[in-house]
């Protein structure tokens, strides 16, 4: 949604000739779907005082806390992808400090007021032009004045969003400066180089004030092309050094994160993890016969499995250990026109069928299940989106391993989703998805105008946000192959259409940079995010969403998050989720499904 800034209906910029002539000329002139790399050095401090003054006259020696600055920081890039249609500014919504001081820096549209909506927690900020002054070299020093005010409503809310949802997340009224100096080179189509220092003061507690100070300075480094060579070695390279990290990680099976709790006998999370990182190992390429590998699932068949996410992930790793090599490169070229059903050992099969008996326990006991199959972590009266999209992946599993499902199981769960499917209020977009056979083809994407309807964790009148919202969608692709699979045909049509209108979602609210949507949510699971993004794209075979590559977008974020030792940055998650959905989305580890189309 394009909805982050818009300039003042009075506002001009009147700083002189060379201004005005090289704001005529300026334009980003990145590649098409390519991205600018920047090498970046930033600092980020904050103090506290009794009073405003105070804080501002204070050294900032101390850190700033997460709840204003999420510990992830944003990748130094501009993807093209992320620019307006004249290509002069940022049109995807900040969710971070640091982002705005990037938007405002980049911003080539010489507008006088930028407005940010819903940056929590200190709602919409509005930064003014309060000086700028051009050197004799061309480069600019800019000056604006920071102000907050509580988040106005947009279309699409839900109702009382705003007073419920909005200004309790938003309860922090910042003032302050941001003041940038940048050079841009008007024949490349590039700002070079950009320094930007933001201070932002505000009332924490009664008789206590904070002060924040961020100092960002940005220099060109590379421009990209779309998926060139450099980007396609060094995704090799990153998901190499990830699978070595993991590996090590999972030796021996014995570390804490990999043992289930005794308090919690039946929730088997640390499990989850083991088959997590089993399933991403074999999408990594690492060989069944890896010595640590192989130790490691054979632990994992033998564990007792007990909630819907470990019992789905085991499924999930189990496929994975027995599937065709290459199968998933083998659909995207169009060799294998579908997945292949898997040879699994009697054995395992034995074991994998105990786990599917227990993952159809795991359901909403307020539901008949043969009716409306809503899961659970385990057999209770509840159930969340999260738990549905694993217990229907462990299904797709269950059935790609020839381990038999109860017979309207899928027709079962699509009505589950499509119940809580939330409401459009009124928003629609025009949808342009490209699939992989469509380029390959040569052929155009169509535009569907569509409802945009997300996902929320449980309930459809609940704000929807981008992780829900695709693991949502995957389940209807799920369910709608499953059926096709099973000869079912009975709402197909209604499948369809929920599923454009995930899809168009989506694209309103399209980001890489944090969790889209709802903004409670915009810096939770961001590593979930994305791998839930691979999954819903590649299940439904998109390459591209309105023209953006999404894949690249994607990758070129995890790849400036990778650690030297392989790992990839935690969020709110265990480094070793972090990396597995890492390498499970730089793998593009899932394979399509059937779609009868």
Request: with cysteine.
């Given at each position: 949604?394009?909805?982050?800034?818009?300039?003042?209906?009075?506002?001009?910029?009147?700083?002189?000739?060379?201004?005005?002539?090289?704001?005529?000329?300026?334009?980003?002139?990145?590649?098409?779907?390519?991205?600018?790399?920047?090498?970046?050095?930033?600092?980020?401090?904050?103090?506290?005082?009794?009073?405003?003054?105070?804080?501002?006259?204070?050294?900032?020696?101390?850190?700033?806390?997460?709840?204003?600055l999420?510990?992830?920081?944003?990748?130094?890039?501009?993807?093209?992808?992320?620019?307006?249609?004249?290509?002069?500014a940022?049109?995807?919504?900040?969710?971070?400090?640091?982002?705005v001081?990037?938007?405002?820096?980049?911003?080539?549209?010489?507008?006088?007021?930028?407005?940010?909506?819903?940056?929590?927690?200190?709602?919409?900020?509005?930064?003014?032009?309060?000086?700028?002054?051009?050197?004799a070299?061309?480069?600019?020093?800019?000056?604006?004045?920071?102000?907050?005010?509580?988040?106005?409503?947009?279309?699409?809310?839900?109702v009382?969003?705003?007073?419920?949802?909005?200004?309790?997340?938003?309860?922090?009224?910042?003032?302050?400066?941001?003041?940038?100096?940048?050079t841009?080179?008007v024949?490349?189509?590039?700002?070079?180089?950009?320094?930007?220092?933001?201070?932002?003061?505000?009332?924490?507690?009664?008789?206590?004030?904070?002060?924040?100070?961020?100092?960002?300075?940005?220099?060109?480094?590379?421009?990209?092309?779309?998926?060139?060579?450099?980007?396609?070695?060094?995704?090799?390279?990153?998901?190499?050094?990830?699978?070595?990290?993991?590996?090590?990680?999972?030796?021996?099976?014995?570390?804490?994160?990999?043992?289930?709790?005794?308090?919690?006998?039946?929730?088997?999370?640390?499990?989850?993890?083991?088959a997590?990182?089993?399933?991403?190992?074999?999408?990594?390429?690492?060989?069944?016969?890896?010595?640590?590998?192989?130790?490691?699932?054979?632990?994992?068949?033998?564990?007792?499995?007990?909630?819907?996410?470990?019992?789905?992930?085991?499924?999930?790793?189990?496929?994975?250990?027995?599937?065709?090599?290459?199968?998933?490169?083998?659909?995207?070229?169009?060799?294998?026109?579908?997945?292949?059903?898997?040879?699994?050992?009697?054995?395992?099969?034995?074991?994998?069928?105990?786990w599917?008996?227990?993952?159809?326990?795991?359901?909403?006991?307020?539901?008949?299940?043969?009716?409306?199959?809503?899961?659970?972590?385990?057999?209770?009266?509840?159930?969340?989106?999260?738990?549905?999209?694993?217990?229907?992946?462990?299904?797709?599993?269950?059935?790609?391993?020839?381990?038999?499902?109860?017979?309207?199981?899928?027709?079962?769960?699509?009505?589950?989703?499509?119940?809580?499917?939330?409401d459009?209020?009124?928003?629609?977009?025009?949808?342009?998805?490209?699939?992989?056979?469509?380029?390959?083809?040569?052929?155009?994407?169509?535009?569907?105008?569509?409802?945009?309807?997300?996902?929320?964790?449980?309930?459809?009148?609940?704000?929807?946000?981008g992780?829900?919202?695709?693991?949502?969608?995957?389940?209807?692709?799920?369910?709608?192959?499953?059926?096709?699979?099973?000869?079912?045909?009975?709402?197909?049509?209604?499948m369809?259409?929920a599923?454009?209108?995930?899809?168009?979602?989506?694209?309103?609210?399209?980001?890489?940079?944090?969790?889209?949507?709802?903004?409670?949510?915009?810096?939770?699971?961001?590593?979930?995010?994305?791998?839930?993004?691979?999954?819903?794209?590649?299940?439904?075979?998109?390459?591209?969403?309105?023209?953006?590559?999404?894949?690249?977008?994607?990758?070129?974020?995890?790849?400036?998050?990778?650690?030297?030792?392989?790992?990839?940055?935690?969020?709110d998650?265990?480094?070793?989720?972090?990396?597995?959905?890492?390498?499970?989305?730089?793998k593009?580890?899932?394979?399509?499904?059937?779609?009868?189309?």
């Open positions: 949604m394009q909805m982050w800034h818009q300039a003042a209906a009075t506002g001009t910029l009147l700083f002189g000739s060379l201004l005005a002539q090289q704001q005529q000329q300026a334009k980003w002139q990145l590649p098409i779907r390519g991205a600018a790399e920047y090498r970046r050095t930033a600092t980020a401090r904050s103090c506290v005082a009794e009073s405003p003054a105070k804080a501002l006259s204070l050294a900032v020696t101390n850190a700033v806390p997460e709840r204003y999420p510990k992830v920081p944003p990748a130094a890039l501009l993807c093209q992808g992320e620019l307006d249609r004249e290509q002069l940022i049109a995807d919504a900040p969710r971070d400090l640091r982002d001081m990037r938007a405002v820096a980049f911003d080539l549209h010489g507008r006088s007021v930028l407005k940010f909506a819903r940056l929590v927690p200190f709602g919409d900020l509005q930064i003014s032009s309060s000086g700028m002054r051009v050197d070299d061309g480069a600019q020093a800019m000056s604006f004045t920071v102000t907050s005010s509580s988040p106005d409503s947009l279309p699409g809310d839900e009382g969003m705003r007073k419920t949802k909005l200004l309790p997340l938003c309860p922090v009224s910042v003032a302050g400066t941001l003041q940038v100096q940048r841009v080179d024949a490349l189509g590039l700002v070079n180089s950009c320094r930007s220092e933001l201070n932002l003061v505000f009332a924490e507690a009664p008789k206590l004030h904070r002060r924040i100070n961020l100092v960002e300075d940005w220099t060109i480094a590379a421009v990209h092309q779309n998926q060139d060579a450099w980007f396609r070695s060094q995704v090799s390279v990153a998901v190499r050094r990830a699978a070595g990290w993991l590996l090590r990680a999972i030796e021996g099976a014995s570390a804490s994160y990999l043992k289930d709790k005794e308090e919690k006998p039946e929730r088997s999370f640390g499990s989850g993890r083991l997590l990182a089993c399933q991403t190992l074999f999408h990594a390429d690492v060989a069944a016969s890896d010595p640590i590998l192989e130790r490691a699932f054979a632990e994992l068949m033998r564990r007792k499995l007990f909630d819907t996410y470990a019992i789905s992930t085991a499924l999930m790793a189990l496929s994975a250990r027995y599937a065709p090599p290459r199968e998933t490169e083998l659909i995207h070229d169009g060799t294998l026109q579908e997945r292949s059903h898997r040879q699994v050992p009697a054995t395992d099969r034995t074991i994998a069928t105990g599917l008996s227990q993952l159809l326990h795991n359901v909403d006991r307020r539901t008949d299940p043969d009716r409306t199959l809503r899961f659970n972590y385990t057999a209770a009266s509840r159930f969340d989106n999260s738990v549905q999209q694993y217990g229907l992946l462990g299904l797709d599993a269950a059935q790609l391993c020839d381990i038999g499902l109860p017979k309207f199981a899928w027709q079962a769960a699509a009505k589950q989703l499509l119940d809580v499917q939330g459009s209020n009124g928003r629609s977009h025009a949808l342009v998805l490209a699939t992989h056979k469509d380029l390959a083809a040569g052929k155009v994407a169509r535009k569907v105008r569509c409802p945009t309807r997300g996902f929320s964790y449980q309930d459809g009148s609940e704000p929807a946000y992780s829900m919202t695709a693991a949502g969608t995957s389940g209807l692709l799920l369910a709608r192959a499953g059926m096709l699979m099973d000869a079912q045909t009975t709402d197909l049509g209604a369809d259409a599923i454009e209108a995930g899809f168009a979602w989506i694209a309103e609210e399209f980001t890489t940079r944090a969790n889209p949507g709802f903004v409670g949510r915009s810096q939770s699971h961001w590593y979930y995010w994305l791998y839930s993004l691979e999954r819903v794209c590649e299940l439904a075979g998109v390459a591209q969403i309105d023209g953006r590559d999404w894949y690249f977008e994607g990758a070129m974020q995890l790849l400036a998050h990778q650690e030297s030792d392989g790992s990839f940055r935690s969020d998650s265990l480094r070793i989720e972090a990396t597995c959905f890492a390498i499970l989305f730089l593009k580890a899932t394979a399509a499904v059937r779609t009868g189309r």
